[in-house]
């Protein structure tokens, strides 16, 4: 009796943790959510003038509009496009009032990429979101400079290439209708988001551990039986 009293209170209390680790997931999932439909809604907002002086806290994902000359350099960072495939993210600097700051013009294929070629012309405007992307780490290769690829968007280093400013706006309108360029704008798909899939794996495995503590608590009991 001793065994099956230490085998199902071992196997309630097991159950009980795996529940509560699933019902803090769907909390977690209730909470990302949340976090994740404020920035849509911040992201879709009427554009403001680009501020002073940005932060990449307070104004992570802040939509502005900015006028101002593309310079001819340009960067660019190798990506792929579903439906589409492999192509560049092409960033231009622009000459704002505020002062030099990069613009990610959007999404041009290979294919198209090879004759790609820009001047300064008359100034601008643009439509698009501030973004300080974080999308480097220690296995991300330093940029071939010699090929103009660049394999992740890195705003300081990028700064530094083109003489600019470390701000980024990341364009969502359609200024250039006969550019090979499409606007790749900012969306919330990088946010990871994956408590749904932690909450039924806690759940399945404390339904797993609630039927094997009946199975042995079966098993146990008919063995007191024989």
């Known amino acids: 009796m001793r065994r099956l009293a230490f085998l199902l209170i071992f196997g309630l209390g097991g159950a009980a943790i795996l529940t509560g680790l699933g019902i803090w997931q769907v909390q977690r999932l209730a909470w990302k959510e949340a976090i994740i439909d404020r920035i849509d809604a911040a992201i879709l907002a009427d554009p403001v003038a680009l501020p002073e002086a940005p932060d990449p806290e307070r104004d992570a994902y802040l939509p502005v ?96 290439a083109l003489n600019t400013r470390p701000v980024m706006v990341v364009r969502r309108d359609v200024p250039f209708p006969d550019s090979p360029l499409t606007a790749m704008p900012v969306d919330t798909s990088a946010i990871p988001n994956d408590h749904l899939q932690y909450a039924i794996t806690w759940f399945s495995l404390a339904a797993i551990w609630v039927a094997m503590t009946a199975f042995f608590l079966r098993r146990g009991s008919a063995a007191n039986r024989t």
């Not at 300080?132 to 280093?157: G, K």
Request: charged content about 20%; hydrophobic content about 40%; cysteine-free.
């Open 65 to 160: 509009q900015v006028t101002g000359m593309l310079g001819a350099d340009y960067l660019r960072v190798l990506v792929s496009k579903k439906q589409v495939g492999a192509g560049y993210r092409i960033i231009r600097p622009m000459l704002h009032e505020t002062g030099p700051l990069l613009i990610d013009l959007g999404f041009v294929s290979v294919a198209d990429a090879g004759g790609l070629k820009f001047e300064e012309g008359p100034p601008v405007s643009i439509t698009g979101n501030l973004q300080w992307p974080q999308e480097t780490d220690s296995f991300t290769p330093p940029p071939d400079t010699d090929e103009n690829i660049w394999f992740a968007r890195d705003v300081s280093a990028m700064a530094d």
